[in-house]
Structures are given as C-alpha cells and as structure tokens.
DNA sequence: TTAAACTTTCAAAAATAAATGAAACTTTAG
DNA sequence: CTAAAGTTTCATTTATTTTTGAAAGTTTAA
C-alpha cells in the first residue's frame, strides 16, 4: 500500500466511525485530515482533499473548534486561515469526553434525577421505575464522575489506568 | 410530576441519548421502556406505548436481542412472546462496550495496523503519518483492552474502578 | 390438515441529517 | 476609502437513515 492509498483509507475509517458514534462524517474526516498532517492546512485544501464544498468545511471546521480539538493558525505573510489538530491523544480523549458530558451526559443526569423523585410510589409499577431509574442515575453519574478524574490524572492517564486496573 | 408523565419523559430522553451515540432512536426508546418495566412486556403492548409499526417494533427487539440486553420470555398458556430488558447496569454497560468493540473497534484497528504499515517513510509528510497512526493504533488498543478488563473485573466493576481511581 | 394468531421481512415512503452554493459579511493591502 | 481576498451563513437540495405496512412466513390449537 502506498501513502496516498493509506491516507485516503485512514481518513474513510475515522470518517465511518465518526458516523457510528454520532459525530458526522465530514467532521470527523477533517480532523483525521488534521491528524496525520504535519502542518496547518488551509481550508482551500481541506476542500480539496476531501472534494467538500466551501460552507460545509467553514461549518465543521467551525464545530472542531468548539469542541476544542482543532485550532486556527495564522502565517506570516498569509491572508488565509490555517488549521492544526490537537494531536496529543490523551489531550484529545478527555476533550472529547468533557465535551459530550457537557452536551449530553449532563443533560441526561438533569432528567433522570427529576424522573427519579415523582411522589406517589403506590403501585409496584411505580416503585420499580424509581428504583431502576435511581440505579441509572447513580450509574450514569459515577461513569461520568471517572471521566473528570481522568483529566486530574493529568499526561497518560491511560497508561496509568491500565497499570492500575491491572494489579 | 406524575408517574405517566415521567416515564414518558425518561423514554424520550433515554432515545434522544441514543440517536446521538449512533444508536437508532426507536432502539433506545423500546430499551427504556423495557428496562423500566417490572414484568415482561408484548411486542403488540411496545407497538401501542412507542406509537409505532410492528416492523419497526420486531426489527429493534431483534437489534436489541442481537445486543443481548434484551431477553424473550414465553408465559405459560400464552401464545404471545413477551421480552424483558437487562436490568443490571454494570452488566449492561459490558454487553454494549463488548458488542461495540467486535463492531467498531476491531474493525477500526485492523485498518489502523494496516495503514501503519506502510513502507516508505521517505518524507517527512509520510514519516508523521506513520507516526500518528502507530500513536493511535496502541492508543486505541490501550483503550479497547481496558474495556475487556472490566468484564473481568466482573460484578460493581465502575464502583470498584472509580475506588482505584481515586486513591 | 388447516385456519387463526402471531412474527418477520423488505420494498417503498417518510423523516432526518448533512451538504451545497450563492449572497452577505469581514478583513486588509494599497 | 475601496476593491480584492477570504470567511460565514443559511435557505434549498441531496443523501442517509428510519419507519411503515402489506405480504410472506411460522407456529400451534383444534
């Protein structure tokens, strides 16, 4: 396999499993882009590359920066605008997961911690759906707990959970 | 908050959950309703409570057993199939982490391997995608591994997890 | 058997999400 | 200033995913 081949097919697979985890394709294929470059890239070529028109990568180039994991840069010289990736991968998980606990975990925590606490408890129907949506609540609050531990862990938490889950 | 109120809201949010993971709406909804109920339920009573047709009711309920969180069930003298949800969490959260990795992740690493792999590392361009690429196969590996290790870790594994974390 | 009760399948329709591209907006060099 | 270079926005179009529903398939009681 040669380059050109490799990098196409490295930036299909992040694109598909973007997909399949609720991030869309096109995003998801800008940052592999990102990625494996070794410097910034100008949107003009993202177009390029990824045969994408000019709003749909301003769009998702926009969304990258929101997420924190994509970052403008300016070169002497140079009207245009360049990108870079964060290509620290611990960096990059816990950005991501901070930001879908922001978006999306939080919210959820909101709602089953309401739906949790209705009143009547009469029925065995009625004690079971807070009983089981209590456990959830617990559940989902302590997983998401662990992910801002991971950031205090600081460089390599990964390694370092491995070493610790191991013994 | 009545109790029809919130568990509606429940179903919907634990839905909306869903779609942004990658996982179909209608999929989650027949899950929550399931993992919420204390005795097992009827495709015609999912088709009624959800709203909607019984092939989307079958085609999920299939999705869901091929997940192995939800379960048939037969009653005596009734000719109807009736299913019920896992309902422990720890042991849900590895059946799911177990089904997305053989779907997602292995896949993805196996094309991570590949396009590592290539020879030339002439320039420096290609000699930093090898190196990324190398960087997130073990990454991801590291990742996937630890996945496995919480099955071992077997019963209240988060809780024991998030114990280890924080000492 | 067979017919009623129930389930599955899948082509077509509907709903949803993503992408386009042209107009509006912003910035800067001259 | 102002015009050229560049970027963003968003209504419309396109693509993808999900849902429907009717036909085919299956099971079981009589």
């Known amino acids: 396999m040669e380059f050109k081949e490799a990098k196409n097919k490295f930036v299909q697979t992040w694109g598909a499993l973007g997909s399949q985890w609720g991030i869309n ?4 294929q800008i940052h592999a882009l990102l990625m494996i470059s070794n410097q910034a890239v100008s949107m003009e070529d993202i177009m390029e590359e990824l045969q994408i028109s000019r709003g749909n990568a301003s769009m998702n180039l926009r969304a990258l920066m929101d997420w924190g994991i994509v970052y403008k840069e300016y070169k002497a010289g140079e009207r245009r605008e360049f990108f870079t990736a964060e290509k620290d991968l611990d960096e990059l998980a816990v950005k991501i997961a901070r ?3 922001k978006r999306e975990i939080k919210p959820a925590l ?4 309401e739906v949790s606490s209705i009143e009547s408890k009469d029925s065995a129907e009625e004690k079971h ?3 089981q949506t209590s456990k959830l609540y617990d559940f989902v609050l302590k997983a998401d707990n ?3 531990k991971m950031t205090e862990f600081n460089e390599n938490w990964l390694g370092r959970l491995v070493l610790k889950i191991m013994k």
Chains 1, 2 share one sequence.
């Open 129 to 131: 759906f807070v009983d």
């Open 99 to 101: 930001e879908r606990s």
């Open 110 to 113: 909101k709602i089953l911690k």
């Open 25 to 28: 394709k096109t995003m998801a």
């Open 146 to 148: 662990m992910l801002d």
